[in-house]
Nanobody
Framework: QVELVESGGGLVQPGGSLTLSCVVSGFNLDYYAVGWFRQAPGKEREGVSCINSNDGSTYVENSVKDRFTVSRDNAKNTVYLQMNNLKPEDTSVYYC??????????????????WGQGTQVTVSS
């Protein structure tokens, strides 16, 4: 059974930083990708980033690419989203999600099949 578990959300002041973690378990194939998505109240879910499990290539949406960084630790089956200079408009539930691929290399969007439960990020003074 595929499971994705997010952690690291919370309340942070504008300008602050948070690192979200996503632990992936139960997926036994290679060449998959993991994406971060977010959904703010009253808005549609939007993609934030995607990372290739094979070569580590990343895609980050233009709207956040100067502030957010995605990385992975394959030994820990964990994907991270480092978020800096957070703004109130970043307030959302953040989800990680697995796209089975296969993706052998390169930067691309994620089209997930499996989703985590989400973690709340609130940016407020």
């Amino acid at each position: 059974q595929v499971e994705l578990v997010e952690s690291g959300g919370g309340l942070v002041q504008p300008g602050g930083s948070l690192t979200l973690s996503c632990v992936v378990s139960g997926f036994n194939l290679d060449y998959y990708a993991v994406g971060w998505f977010r959904q703010a109240p009253g808005k549609e879910r939007e993609g934030v980033s995607c990372i290739n499990s094979n070569d580590g290539s990343t895609y980050v949406e233009n709207s956040v690419k100067d502030r957010f960084t995605v990385s992975r630790d394959n030994a820990k089956n964990t994907v991270y989203l480092q978020m800096n200079n957070l703004k109130p408009e970043d307030t959302s539930v953040y989800y990680c999600a697995l796209d089975p691929g296969p993706y052998y290399s390169g930067s691309h969007h994620c089209f997930p099949t499996y989703w985590g439960q989400g973690t709340q990020v609130t940016v407020s003074s």
